[in-house]
């Protein structure tokens, strides 16, 4: 497995330490390394990107906007390529 080291994931990776021993291999990315992380990628460009400037009236508005940009991403491959 390979996680950003997000608190919780450190936690999980001593837990399938303790279930799983060596079977299961836990990596960590960088500190900082977005364009070794493909959740960034796509999570730059909706946000930075796509819903830079929107104004939603309610947050049921940005939900339905950030839902949309996302379920769009695997129809740009050139966003999960680093």
């Not at 500190?31 to 309610?58: C, M, R």
Request: with cysteine.
């Amino acid at each position: 497995m390979i996680w950003e080291r997000f608190s919780g994931h450190t936690k999980a990776a001593c837990v399938l330490h303790d279930l799983y021993g060596h079977r299961v291999q836990v990596a960590f990315l960088p500190a900082y390394a977005p364009e070794v992380n493909v959740v960034e990628q796509g999570w730059g460009q909706t946000k930075y990107g796509e819903l830079a400037y929107f104004i939603p009236e309610h947050v049921d508005d940005l939900a339905q906007a950030v839902a949309h940009s996302l379920r769009a991403k695997p129809r740009r491959p050139a966003l999960l390529r680093f």
